[in-house]
């Protein structure tokens, strides 16, 4: 299983193939694992990845399972399974 190498930040366009977006703004956008991606957190699969640079974030609803965290010098992630 291949799993997020963060060791040079996170480009989304390095898994493209594998990540699909749902949505995306100015400072964050949100994407579906379709190929069972491991978390770089836990190495588990993840099932939602959302990627922020902006300073504050909300989130309306929480998650039904785990959520782990993982930073970039630029970006969090929030992966949730």
């Not at 694992?33 to 922020?52: H, K, Q, S, W």
């Amino acid at each position: 299983m291949d799993r997020l190498d963060l060791s040079d930040g996170f480009d989304v366009h390095d898994y493209r193939a594998k990540l699909k977006l749902r949505r995306q703004d100015a400072g964050s956008m949100t994407l579906d694992n379709r190929d069972g991606l491991a978390c770089p957190a836990c190495d588990r699969p993840f099932e939602r990845l959302f990627v922020t640079d902006d300073d504050e974030v909300t989130f309306e609803g929480a998650p039904g399972g785990p959520i782990c965290l993982a930073r970039t010098a630029e970006r969090l992630l929030v992966l949730t399974h």
